[in-house]
């Protein structure tokens, strides 16, 4: 994931106002307030990865287990391969 998607400067920018505003206000020096600017923009970029890893649906598998009632239907019937096993001399 960039760092240059809009929802993390995005949050970036909303996590560095109380340090701008910090700085402004004269408690913090320029340089150590150019210091902190990209901590705020790692940290949005942490917490937008995470958000979007704890969203996303997990992905299904194309063997679908038989739901109850159902008969169990082999998934290589339709391929034409011979599933049985051979029989031992």
């Known amino acids: ?3 240059l998607r809009w929802d993390v400067l995005l949050l970036g920018f909303v996590l560095a106002l109380p340090v701008l505003l910090l700085g402004m206000r004269g408690d913090l020096t320029v340089p150590v307030m150019m210091g902190r600017l990209p901590w705020c923009l790692l940290a949005s970029w942490v917490i937008v ?3 979007r890893w704890a969203t ?3 992905v299904k ?3 679908e287990e038989p739901k109850h009632g159902q008969p169990f239907t082999n ?6 391969v011979d599933h049985e096993a051979p029989a031992a001399h």
């Open 1 to 3: 994931m960039s760092f």
């Open 49 to 51: 990865s995470l958000l």
């Open 56 to 58: 996303t649906p997990p």
């Open 61 to 63: 598998h194309d063997v």
């Open 75 to 80: 998934p290589l019937d339709g391929l034409g």
